[in-house]
């Protein structure tokens, strides 16, 4: 299966890097094609430009992000692996979305509603760390899931969209912090 890899933490020797490592190596293991976008690694810009935010709805408006639209586009699965910050994305893993998730990439809007251009997406996996705990989570709704998976679901039409989350990240002891990896590996492995 092609699976595209994008990891969003600032620090290579984070607790998020070892999620990634086990990641990347279950991914060898069942030999799927893999291509991992480290947006920190890559210097990606999130900045929308004056001139991209005036082409947002253009049909031709991916010139300044071809290259990462066609990771999109080749890819049949999709694995996002990053901290939450202040209830969202970091702000770099926000920017990808804003910058490359474009109008004439992933729907057609129209009076009809919306028509999902990302249909080549068959399974979406999204590994997140937070401080918060899982019942101060559940207590607001937990924003940063809905966000991303009915957003996701809208322009993919993908049935098959997980959420693994580490909850407490600061407070926890070391042999949770491994628990936590034991289950990332089993859910690639069963991926």
Known sequence: MKTLVVFAHPVPES?????L???????????FEVQTLDLYQENFEPRMSTAERRTYKDRDNTTTVEKYVHQLQWAEALIMIYPTWWMGPPAILKGWLDRV???????DFGPDGVKP???NL????????QGASRWRMALIGN?????????????TQCRDIDWLTLYRMDKIAKPRLSQFLDRVRQKIKHF
């Open 15 to 19: 607790y998020n890097a070892s999620i």
């Open 117 to 119: 251009k990302l249909t």
């Open 21 to 31: 490592q086990v990641v990347s190596d279950e991914l060898r293991a069942k030999s």
């Open 122 to 129: 068959k399974k979406i996996l999204i590994i997140t760390t």
């Open 143 to 155: 924003p940063p899931r809905k966000m991303m998976k009915l957003s996701l679901k809208a322009v």
């Open 101 to 107: 998730w474009l109008p004439s990439v992933v729907a």
